[in-house]
């Protein structure tokens, strides 16, 4: 005797009717044995009878499903409901699916098929000189197979450029907040969340980094690019992971994933994941039959052709299982849409997981939140990244701009690599007497030879030597033209704004930035407005489960509980820490060099000091604070010019003393003359008449107090002189450690930029810094 699952109230009929009036206590439900059960079932799914061996019928009253039970239900909103939906039902969900999902790989063939080429085109294999008769189309044993790097080139230099506008290193993420009216309060509110999101992305969930780094590959050099953003239940945490524009199956009539019918994400997961899945209860815990071989298609095959890796697993334990997720709309029995009590027959958005290998359901969850079901609106899971907008579904990439110049530049250069080849070593056709030749197809390998049967001619009345040739100038400079006009058009071309001139007109230089960087400014724009969208998904996930944003920081910036970290992220938005207007570095710095030349034109317009602080920070420093002098010394002038004042200080003074050195030297010379002149005087009056000797002691006084003042203007002279030099001596020895302490700076600078560049000697630079920087300002390093 058991009880059957899911179908209370039920009844029990026996071949012989029961006594009327029997408690309800005493109706028995019983399950018989297994083999002769006849289950009797609506067109909906629901269980109606079940007709026994024994000639007893078992039914339920209230026509519910197997398996569901009226008051059993999900704990949550979000948890799976495939233990509540019958078997029929799952799986007739589970081919209509499997259906659809096929079509959509039907759909894209011709995409995949162009993908498969373009990963061919990348020319990651090491290909050597072709053999006679290979299967890549090499007619001639030793035929070149190498591939031209244009298409690389271009992936590679956006991927490079990409990762660091979107990947910063302090973090990606930085708040936004439009509101006017904000207070000290919120605004360390707002810096605490973004610095904490940033340490969520760059320490807490580790993957995000690489993650992202490979998809800026992919997206570069295919088109599209996904990120999918979930709450995942083995990390117990929201997590932003790339998805492949291949493992995202839609229909190519579709244009974006809001009117898609079906979006599938394959996986590929090991068989002990989809355990701890079945474990945690995110996946339905049934026996799962062996994971049959994959089938891969072209470009999953040429991917892994490329790495150097098998195609496929033979031992049955080490495949992995291929998992469907399948974002659909569906009209499940049990779970109908109603409106006003009544069914409306409206499909509503589900995720449904399905192993590929045994088709069975795993899970089946709402795609919608809990405050839309009355008209079930489908939650935005997936982020599409654009390089260009294409035609259909999946985008256009490097691959398709740039696929058939790599092709037709791949051919050229090979016939130039193979037309050297045969230069350098020539091919020979040596004679055969024999009467008959059995073709007329000559394949000379460089330096190898072809029987030739003459019937008894020399060889060179029976056949034309072989008219080799050198490689064509003419074909190289096609090469060149085709490889920049390659170039120009993926956006990896050279812009020349440095060239000539250095005093260029701003406008000028402005128009080459512009008229360089269009194509990759349009692409930029596109990846910002992307990442800006998966943040808010992030928040999105966070907000629903908002324990895992400070569960596994050590160091907070603050004490965070729910309340306060809902206001957070209410009353801020957290955008990329990259600028929309700025594809590159050396765009921004070319922006900053047009800044500074508009500076220079018209310097009494603009303030230095926010120019120069914006250039620090265009270059790479947070705080370019620390290079600058102190506020009130940010009048005087620099030390160059100081220099050159005091220089030009001085000389005046020097020619100030030699001028008054001329001076008193003339009034020495007039005072010697005028004692000449006395001495001269005195004598005639002598050789005359007698003077009184009055006169003459006042003519000695006289003398005496002029050869007085000549020497105390010569002591003047002396004192100016030697106060000149140590004048000069003094401001010397000032410009000398201004020039001293200026180099040191720039010596700062540069041990700065080796930490970054290397930053596995802070330890080292750091004590190198805490000896010098005290001897360059005087002051406690703390």
Avoid at 349 to 374: A, G
């Amino acid at each position: 005797m058991a009880l059957l699952p899911g179908l209370s109230p039920n009844l029990r009929l026996p071949a012989e009717e029961p006594p009327i009036g029997a408690p309800q206590d005493d109706i028995v439900i019983e399950l018989a044995e297994e083999g002769g059960d006849k289950p009797t079932m609506d067109e909906k799914g629901n269980l109606l009878t079940i007709e026994h061996d024994d000639g007893s019928i078992t039914l339920t009253l209230d026509g519910a499903p197997l398996g569901k039970s009226e008051d059993e239900g999900p704990a949550g909103w979000f948890d799976n409901l495939v233990d509540q939906i019958g078997e029929n039902e799952l799986s007739r969900i589970s081919e209509e699916l499997l259906k659809g999902i096929n079509d959509d790989l039907d759909s894209r063939k011709e995409w995949i098929e162009d993908r498969a080429q373009g990963i061919k085109l990348l020319g990651l294999r090491i290909e050597l000189p072709g053999i006679s008769g290979a299967a890549d189309g090499a007619p001639v044993e030793g035929m070149s197979k190498v591939r031209h790097p244009l298409l690389l080139e271009a992936v590679l230099r956006f991927q490079a450029n990409a990762r660091s506008e979107l990947l910063p290193t302090d973090g990606p993420v930085k708040v936004r907040e439009d509101n006017n009216n904000a207070t000290l309060d919120s605004d360390t509110l707002a810096n605490d969340l973004e610095k904490d999101l940033n340490h969520y992305l760059t320490s807490t969930a580790r993957e995000y980094y690489p993650d992202t780094d490979r998809m800026l590959f992919m997206l570069g050099f295919g088109g599209t690019s996904f990120k999918k953003v979930y709450f995942c239940p083995l990390r117990n945490r929201p997590v932003s992971e790339s998805v492949d524009a291949d493992d995202l199956i839609v229909n190519n009539a579709a244009t974006d994933l809001s009117n898609a019918s079906r979006a599938t994400h394959r996986i590929y997961m090991r068989p002990s994941t989809v355990k701890r899945m079945q474990i945690l209860g995110a996946y339905k815990d049934i026996a799962l039959s062996t994971p049959k071989q994959v089938s891969l298609d072209s470009a999953q095959l040429e991917m892994k052709a490329q790495q150097g890796i098998a195609a496929n697993q033979m031992n049955p334990d080490d495949r992995d299982r291929e998992i469907y997720e399948c974002y659909c709309e569906l009209d499940i029995v049990g779970f109908e849409h109603t409106l006003k009590g009544q069914e409306t027959g409206l499909e509503i958005p589900y995720r449904v997981t399905i192993d590929v290998s045994s088709r069975q359901v795993l899970s089946i969850v709402r795609n919608y939140d809990e405050d839309t079901k009355e008209l079930p609106e489908s939650r935005q899971n997936f982020v599409k990244y654009t390089f260009i907008p294409g035609m259909g579904f999946y985008d256009l990439g490097l691959l398709h701009v740039l696929g058939n110049t790599t092709n037709a530049i791949t051919a050229a250069q090979r016939e130039l690599l193979d037309a050297g080849m045969y230069a350098n070593f020539p091919g020979f056709l040596y004679a055969d007497t024999g009467a008959r030749q059995n073709t007329n197809i000559f394949r000379v390998p460089p330096g190898g030879g072809a029987l030739v049967k003459t019937g008894g001619m020399p060889i060179n009345q029976a056949i034309m030597p072989l008219p080799y040739k050198e490689p064509s100038q003419t074909l190289m400079a096609l090469i060149e033209n085709m490889a920049q006009t390659g170039m120009r058009l993926g956006g990896t071309a050279e812009a020349a704004v440095g060239e000539g001139r250095s005093d260029a007109p701003v406008g000028t230089t402005i128009a080459m930035i512009d008229q360089a960087t269009k194509v990759l400014n349009a692409v930029h724009k596109r990846m910002h407005a992307s990442q800006a969208e998966e943040f808010a998904m992030l928040v999105r996930c966070f907000k629903e489960n908002p324990e895992s944003f400070w569960q596994q920081n050590r160091k907070p910036a603050r004490a965070w509980d729910q309340e306060t970290f809902l206001r957070g992220v209410n009353q801020v938005d957290l955008v990329p820490q990259a600028d929309p207007n700025t594809a590159s570095q050396t765009q921004r710095l070319m922006k900053i060099m047009a800044l500074k030349q508009i500076q220079a034109s018209n310097p009494t317009l603009y303030d230095p000091i926010a120019i120069d602080t914006a250039a620090l920070k265009a270059v790479g420093w947070s705080n370019p604070e620390q290079f600058m002098i102190p506020p009130e010394a940010q009048g005087s002038p620099p030390p160059e010019m100081q220099k050159e004042m005091a220089e030009m200080q001085i000389k005046k003074q020097d020619a100030d003393t030699k001028q008054a050195e001329a001076q008193a030297r003339i009034a020495l010379d007039q005072g010697r003359l005028q004692i000449d002149m006395a001495k001269a005087q005195q004598e005639g009056l002598a050789g005359g008449e007698q003077q009184g000797p009055t006169e003459k002691d006042a003519a000695d006084i006289q003398i005496k107090k002029q050869l007085a003042d000549a020497k105390m203007m010569d002591t003047q002279i002396k004192a100016a002189s030697l106060k000149a030099n140590m004048q000069k001596g003094l401001r010397d020895s000032q410009v000398e450690e201004q020039e001293m302490l200026a180099k040191e700076r720039i010596q700062m600078i540069d041990l700065a930029q080796n930490l970054a560049v290397h930053p596995e000697s802070e330890d080292e630079i750091v004590r190198l810094l805490g000896s010098v920087i005290p001897a360059i300002t005087g002051n406690n390093p703390q």
